[in-house]
């Protein structure tokens, strides 16, 4: 089987390095919040180009706790994208803010001219956290317009595509080290950037408990702290590899869109930059037919997402569910190709064979 992620490939390449990073956080004794972390937010932050890395618990925590930086909760409404990981909306509810989703881009990606007309028509909106989804860059001026235009504070959700141009414009940007991110842990991780120190030691106290110096709790914070375990791997041997696996997954991904010709998988548009966390692609006809013909080949396709996020039963049975029309029969038609940096050459040509033999 062509596995989505081969995490047994990385353990191959770069489990001594990992071990010798976890007996290096054993030795020292100290296990939260101690010069590991430390060490990696510096790098983290060298590495993103922003003067602040707070290593938090995940991208869920990353993103719930920049909006409540900047001030979010109950009764505020924040506008976002219609296909992401349901993180994105969960962080917005669990503050008790209403998500108002646009609708996508023939990519997949939040469309930035109906956020203009959202943001343009509701005036209540004041939040926006926008998904740099597959690995690709949002559309930075257009970003930046929305931002002064409307005075908008933005959240940028990066959780797929570290390494672009993301996470400049937002006041601050959320990511995520879930082991199949590309700059992934071994468990679960997360980080928030930005260039205010204010902002940066509010999230500090923020994953904390709320402490801003030792049993001095300000604000009902969080228990959402990065271990020293996952900073050290991070930091001494996932991270220096990051450079390396972008590369693979953009040499895949050109592979990839040479080599598909099947008139029933349209391959959408990418930015030249993008650092294909996900090769997404859509298919004609039945989805589930295309996903059972691609498994039973041994290729390990995906979908993501399944649905958009506004036909989310926690959303609630009051949300109201019209509309981002788009992004709902893009989920019908998406699905993901196996791209990791770990595939060899003789499995991405594999992939290609069978995506181009898929009669439907
Ligand atoms: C776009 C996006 N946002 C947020 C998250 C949440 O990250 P985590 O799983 O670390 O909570 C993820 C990953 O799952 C994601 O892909």
């Known amino acids: 089987?062509?596995?989505?992620?081969?995490?047994?490939?990385?353990?191959?390449?770069?489990?001594?390095?990992v071990l010798a990073a976890v007996t290096e956080v054993g030795e020292s004794g100290w296990y939260v919040l101690g010069k590991q972390v430390a060490g990696f937010e510096a790098a983290l932050a060298q590495y993103w180009g922003l003067p602040h890395a707070v290593g938090v618990a995940n991208g869920l925590d990353a993103i719930e706790m920049s909006l409540r930086a900047l001030g979010c909760g109950p009764g505020d409404f924040v506008l976002t994208s219609p296909i992401s990981a349901f993180a994105t909306a969960l962080a917005i509810i669990k503050l008790g803010a209403t998500p108002v989703f646009a609708d996508c881009a023939a990519n997949g990606l939040v469309d930035l001219d109906d956020c203009r007309e959202i943001l343009s028509k509701r005036p209540e909106i004041h939040y926006f956290v926008p998904v740099h989804l597959y690995g690709h860059c949002l559309d930075i001026t257009k970003l930046e317009a929305l931002r002064d235009e409307f005075g908008?504070?933005?959240?940028?959700?990066?959780?797929?595509?570290?390494?672009?141009a993301c996470g400049r414009v937002g006041q601050l940007a959320a990511t995520s080290f879930y082991p199949t991110k590309n700059l992934g842990a071994l468990g679960d991780g997360g980080a928030v950037l930005c260039r205010s120190d204010e902002l940066a030691a509010k999230v500090r106290q923020l994953r904390d408990y709320g402490q801003s110096r030792k049993y001095v709790h300000d604000v009902a914070g969080y228990n959402s702290r990065l271990d020293e375990l996952q900073a050290a791997v991070l930091l001494k041997t996932f991270l220096p590899r990051l450079a390396g696996w972008t590369k693979r997954r953009q040499a895949i991904a050109a592979a990839y869109r040479a080599g598909l010709s099947n008139p029933r998988i349209t391959v959408p548009e990418a930015p030249a930059d993008s650092v294909w966390h996900l090769f997404p692609v859509l298919v004609e006809g039945p989805k589930t037919e295309a996903l059972a013909y691609f498994r039973a080949a041994g290729i390990g396709v995906a979908e993501h997402y399944p649905q958009a996020l506004i036909e989310q039963p926690a959303l609630g049975a009051t949300f109201d569910r019209k509309g981002c029309e788009r992004a709902k029969q893009f989920c019908r038609q998406q699905m993901s190709l196996p791209i990791h940096p770990y595939l060899t050459d003789e499995e991405v040509q594999k992939v290609i064979e069978v995506a181009n033999s898929w009669r439907g």
């Open 1 to 17: 089987m062509i596995l989505a992620n081969d995490f047994q490939r990385q353990w191959a390449d770069a489990g001594a390095d």
């Open 152 to 164: 908008v504070q933005i959240v940028e959700d990066c959780a797929q595509s570290i390494g672009t």
